[in-house]
């Protein structure tokens, strides 16, 4: 199998490939630059921290060699990162007017105004450290940004300590855009890095500068709680929320001209070895470049605004309640507004028949109208139960925020399940209808985030199927009262029947391939990273099936290797939406009986279907199978300008630059009318 360290990598530089593609609005490109830094962030943050204690412990077979492979590779992918930067997007930006200039490319008003900026706005909240016995080495945080200088001379004491330390805080901005006044018909922007490094002589009076660097230091952020160990998870988590910023440190970003000896030192200060230092030809934090993006005036440069359609199956008056006892509803996000999520709940907040509300709530921002609605939800004397999910990596503080607000209201909230995270996207509504309570819920294969679902291609499901709610409320039921009920009948549940269902079903087709019968698997997910799916695939491809894996991320499972997986074909989508959509279809045989598709919150990994509370529901109504492979994977297998074909060594390769867009497909069926 392929290394999942080298999928996520290679992942990765799809992302930075849509910064090299000229059918993409150059500001556009700038942010894929940017959502690459993200992205690499991440990776060092979570899945390096996590392999570097691996080859600690013995049995997990990752070893020094794995650790030299993935570094080296990561370092050939920042410097791609910079060229494309420095040697493709810069120039082109120039050319369209907008500049970054460095304190070398300013003229003299414009020195002066960042001048003026430094002195009123930077200065103030700056305090160096001069490093002695009595001022040791200051606490560095996760990505913060900071400058190390090297002084001659003697300090104020008489004393010729070299070294000092200037912190920037995260309150300034990392972008300043010039005004008009000093910049005539361009527009300009200079970095914070640069009006520091320009003024840093005005920070140390009477010293002389001999060299300097800025720096930025990526950490361990995962929280770590025993949850075993602990009687209250949400003080625990808030507790080490404290802490994150200072986790073991994992990666060391210079400038390229920093001094061997500065970043020798630093090496030295956080116990780093030569591997994790990066030497980058730029800003350390090309994330921060996002604040231009959405600074320059340049609409011609961004993407066209998208204004997603109403679902042709919900009204957008009326009684939303009717039209879902009809029949299920699906919503295709972003294509179709998420705003008919938010109408629904709306409808049942403040419907006076809707006696109880249920949800489970993954990532739903500081901000949510949807957390909103719930809170005006108990006010209004409605029965609230919120299933919130602590432990939502980098999303803890907002959650945990949510959950006060609500308990102070007087809602259920409860964490989900020790040692589980509760990844299911449900929404349960309770309604009396006449002399008896009926039920409605929303499954989605997304979060309940109205800012991500614009970002994000998700399928959301509204049903009043009595077996699919009821189902649902007895997972909710299981998640609050921890008791053990039947099995659902229509939804699948990880831990507990996801993965064996999945492997079931590879099985039934390989059963019907080795009678010569039809076979065929179309999975679409975000990863695939589970050995026993991946053995089980394989083995259905060399028994005859036909499988086709659409995988945005990570993929070890090699494709196309000759006598193995020639049957496998695995594609990945990276376009303007980030891919999110989980659908998994199946077909064996001959004749519908012997067909399933599923819409998950889960991906195809370990962690998935063994240590979180995913649900997957079945698509049974024939009309909206047909519509969930119509829009959910023919056009992704027939993507011709932004899929990429996975090679057998891991590496892909574009499919091509002309084809049609399944993204650009979809927006204009679902494009709202003007």
């Known amino acids: 199998m392929l290394s999942r360290e080298q999928a996520i990598l290679e992942f990765n530089r799809r992302v930075l490939s849509q910064a090299r593609r000229h059918d993409v609005p150059l500001l556009e490109r ?6 690459m830094a993200s992205n690499m962030d991440e990776f060092f943050e979570v899945r390096y921290s996590d392999l570097l204690e691996a080859v600690h412990v013995k049995g997990t077979g990752i070893g020094p060699e794995d650790i030299d492979a993935i570094v080296a ?7 791609e990162q910079y060229a494309v930067f420095n040697d493709t997007l810069l ?24 001048a003026g900026f430094f002195r009123k706005q930077v200065q103030p909240l700056l305090t160096p450290i001069g490093l002695d016995p009595s001022h040791p080495f200051p606490q560095v945080a996760n990505k913060s940004l900071n400058f190390i200088v090297k002084l001659g001379g003697r300090d104020a004491f008489g004393r010729d300590n070299a070294i000092a330390i200037v912190r920037i805080p995260r309150v300034l901005p990392r972008v300043i855009k010039l005004p008009p006044k000093v910049t005539g018909n361009r527009q300009a922007f200079v970095l914070l890095s640069s009006v520091v490094r320009a003024h840093l002589t005005e920070l140390f009076p009477g010293r002389e500068i001999k060299s300097f660097s800025q720096f930025r230091l990526t950490r361990d952020s995962d929280i770590d709680v025993d949850e075993d160990d602990v009687t209250n998870l949400r003080q625990a988590l808030r507790s080490k929320m404290s802490t994150r910023q200072f986790g073991q440190a994992v990666r060391l970003e210079v400038v390229a001209s920093c001094p061997a000896e500065l970043s020798d030192f630093l090496l030295e200060q956080f116990s780093l070895s030569e591997q994790s230092l990066y030497r980058v030809d730029g800003p350390v934090n090309l994330g921060r470049l996002t604040q231009l993006v959405d600074q320059a005036d340049a609409d011609h440069l961004r993407f066209a605004p998208y204004l997603p359609g109403w679902p042709d199956d919900l009204p957008r008056h009326g009684d939303v309640f009717e039209r879902i006892s009809e029949g299920d509803v699906m919503l295709h996000h972003p294509f179709e507004t998420f705003d008919a999520v938010v109408h629904f709940l709306r409808e049942a907040v403040h419907d006076p028949d809707v006696l109880a509300i249920k949800q489970t709530i993954y990532r739903t921002g500081s901000e949510s109208v949807l957390m909103e609605l719930l809170l005006e939800a108990v006010r209004r004397g409605k029965e609230v139960l919120a299933v919130v999910e602590l432990k939502a990596r980098f999303d803890e503080e907002a959650n945990i925020n949510w959950a006060e607000r609500l308990e102070a209201l007087g809602a259920q909230v409860v964490y989900g399940v020790v040692g589980l995270k509760t990844h299911a996207k449900m929404l349960l509504v309770t309604r009396r209808e006449g002399k008896s309570l009926r039920r409605y819920a929303h499954l989605s294969t997304g979060n309940y985030n109205p800012r991500t679902a614009k970002l994000y291609t998700d399928v959301g499901w509204l049903t009043a199927s009595p077996e699919l709610t009821s189902d649902v409320d007895m997972i909710f039921q299981q998640l609050a009262s921890l008791t053990q009920l039947k099995a659902p009948k229509q939804l699948l549940l990880a831990p507990f029947t996801l993965h064996k269902r999945m492997l079931k079903h590879i099985e039934q087709v390989a059963h019907a391939a080795d009678a010569g019968q039809r076979a065929r698997i179309v999975v679409k997910v975000n990863a695939l990273t589970d050995e026993p799916l991946i053995r089980a695939l394989i083995d259905a491809a060399q028994r005859g099936a036909q499988i086709d894996l659409i995988v945005r991320g990570a993929c070890m499972l090699p494709p196309g290797v000759p006598g193995l997986t020639d049957r496998i074909r695995v594609r990945s989508v990276v376009g303007r939406m980030l891919e999110h959509t989980r659908v998994l279809y199946f077909s064996w045989g001959e004749g519908d009986a012997h067909e399933a598709l599923y819409l998950s919150s889960a991906d195809w990994m370990n962690r998935n279907m063994s240590r979180r509370v995913e649900v997957a529901w079945p698509v049974n109504d024939a009309a909206l199978r047909q519509r969930v492979i119509d829009e959910c994977l023919v056009p992704y297998l027939l993507d ?3 899929a990429w074909q996975q090679q057998p060594d891991g590496h892909y390769v574009r499919s091509g630059e002309s084809g049609v867009s399944a993204q650009h497909a979809l927006m204009d069926l679902h494009r709202a009318s003007s």
């Open 30 to 35: 700038l942010r894929y630059v940017c959502i």
């Open 91 to 114: 120039p082109h930006l120039h050319k369209e007017g907008i500049d970054i200039l460095n304190h070398a490319d300013r003229n003299e008003a414009q020195r002066d105004w960042v």
């Open 640 to 642: 011709g300008r932004d």
């Open 73 to 79: 590779a990561a370092h050939e992918l920042v410097r």
